[in-house]
């Protein structure tokens, strides 16, 4: 009786994982496949989209990287001390998780513009309706990602190793860095592609705070808007296929890696 229950719940496991499966190859095989081809390339050498590619880059990018500065101390003390409060503010840190984009970034227009907004001007730090402003927007929205699997990596640290190497004369920072770092790799590497991807495909926030310009604030995901917008399908689905392109090639390779164990 127990093995047929057993069977039974695996069968429904089983229908439930195939039929979600089948729903994403279908989704994604339909934009793969709606795509003009021949209209591909003419896509590709659009200035607009070259804009778009390099902006995306190097805005997702630096928000990555301000997203990992900000996320390894978070999660470390998250991970190792007991304080009060602790989960009211892991709670807080989780907020641009749970609140829509639109929301996250209208908090952020009214505390850098009519809030911090003359004094970052004053100090040449423009944020409002600018670059900044997309990688701010792009830092806030993905930087919990990285807080959570930070945190998850350094929780799966045994903390006695860590304790260990203290013992034999090694100062905190030397053991965070050649202990506790080395062993978090794995989790560290996923929260950054994680982030990454995060941040490349940022909208709602973004479009709040950095406004919708073309050839100024157009990140890949506010041309593929922009071009929806005025009827140019397949400049936006071409965008949109590159992207996921992306997405997969990315996180294929990343998981891979982890998979395997392979040294980086």
Not at 49 to 73: E, G, I, N
Not at 102 to 126: F, K, R, T
Request: hydrophobic residues 60%; charged residues 10%; positive net charge.
């Amino acid at each position: 009786m127990v093995n047929s229950r057993i069977n039974i719940l695996q069968g429904i496991f089983l229908f439930v994982f195939i039929l979600f499966t089948v729903f994403m190859v279908i989704m994604l095989g339909g934009l793969l496949f709606y795509v003009e081809w021949s209209d591909f390339l003419s896509v590709i050498k659009n200035p607009e989209f070259r804009f778009a590619v390099v902006f995306t880059l190097w805005t997702s990018l630096l928000a990555t990287l301000m997203a990992a500065v900000t996320a390894v101390p978070c999660s470390f003390i998250l991970s190792r001390y007991n304080f009060p409060g602790k989960v009211l503010i892991d709670t807080l840190m989780d907020i641009p998780i749970v609140l829509p984009p639109l929301v996250s970034g209208l908090a952020l227009l009214i505390l850098l513009g009519p809030i911090l907004g003359n004094a970052l001007v004053q100090l040449g730090l423009e944020v409002v309706f600018s670059a900044r402003g997309v990688v701010v927007a792009q830092w806030f929205i993905a930087t919990p990602f990285a807080i959570k699997t930070f945190k998850q990596a350094f929780d799966g640290i045994d903390p006695r190793l860590e304790n260990v190497a203290r013992t034999l004369g090694y100062s905190p920072a030397e053991v965070f860095l050649r202990v506790t770092m080395p062993l978090a790799k794995g989790g560290i590497l996923s929260g950054l592609t994680m982030t990454w991807s995060r941040a490349l495909g940022e909208f709602g926030a973004t479009a709040m705070l950095a406004g919708i310009t073309r050839m100024k604030t157009e990140t890949l995901s506010v041309a593929i808007f922009l071009n929806m917008t005025i009827g140019d399908m397949q400049f936006a689905i071409a965008t949109a296929v590159i992207m996921l392109m992306v997405a997969l090639i990315l996180m294929s390779v990343i998981k891979v890696f982890t998979a395997t164990g392979v040294r980086l």
